[in-house]
């Protein structure tokens, strides 16, 4: 295990860190890895999940997080630090679930969060890693993405040409029961100094509560907060 700091709960923690490092690792394996009962190596995964020090792939298996990256630079992630004054008060001017979504190789990568205090909710966990095929976020990223993000996204068949068109055309995009049954979200692109699009931040809800129209009624907030967000870059 190699050095121990006398607290148990953290040397295994740190354990569970180590076994990802490299290839993503599964359940199973990181009980082999680790030597730790599946309960405990589940609960820990879990635990540094919710902090952002490990993600889930498309697999299931758990790989570092963003926030990993994030602690390594030696710096706050500016995103992140915008993101932490924006994304309350949006949440609270809509009274939904909200997330920013960068892409991370072919999938998106959700890298902050801000929940409602109560009612029914669209929880996305810190550091969960989406399709790029589904979802109002996707159709942003895609939307002024290269081609080696458009090609697999189109490929795909549910997001057109069409679709990424129009969505640059009104700045915003939305989705109904894309990525899951009854969710709908609707998205903003935020943009860095330079004008290219680094990240998507999205509000979304229950179809019930929230319309299968979500952009009429949510965009014009939505486009606040990215404006916001990108003037805070």
Do not use: F
Not at 183 to 204: F, M, N, Q, T
């Amino acid at each position: 295990m190699g050095q121990s700091s006398g607290i148990g709960v953290l040397d295994k923690a740190v354990q569970v860190l180590h076994a990802t490092m490299g290839t993503p690792i599964g359940l199973a394996d990181l009980c082999t890895v680790t030597g730790l009962p599946r309960a405990t190596a589940h609960r820990l995964a879990v635990g540094l999940e919710v902090h952002g020090l490990l993600a889930r792939d498309e697999h299931g298996r758990w790989r570092p997080g963003p926030m990993l990256a994030v602690m390594a630079a030696g710096a706050p992630d500016p995103l992140l630090a915008a993101s932490a004054d924006v994304l309350p008060r949006l949440r609270d001017r809509t009274g939904e679930s909200v997330q920013i979504y960068r892409i991370d190789g072919s999938n998106r990568i959700c890298i902050a969060v801000s929940e409602p205090a109560a009612g029914l909710r669209d929880t996305v966990p810190l550091g969960a890693r989406l399709p790029m095929t589904a979802g109002s976020a996707a159709k942003v990223l895609a939307a002024w993405g290269d081609a080696t993000v458009q090609r697999p996204v189109l490929a795909d068949g549910l997001i057109t040409e069409r679709m990424l068109a129009e969505v640059r055309r009104r700045g915003w995009a939305q989705s109904v029961a894309e990525r899951e049954p009854g969710v709908a979200s609707v998205s903003a692109p935020i943009k860095d100094k330079d004008g290219a699009v680094i990240a998507a931040v999205s509000v979304s809800g229950p179809i019930d509560r929230i319309g299968r129209r979500p952009g009429v009624r949510w965009a014009g907030d939505l486009l606040q907060a990215s404006e916001a967000l990108t003037a805070r870059l």
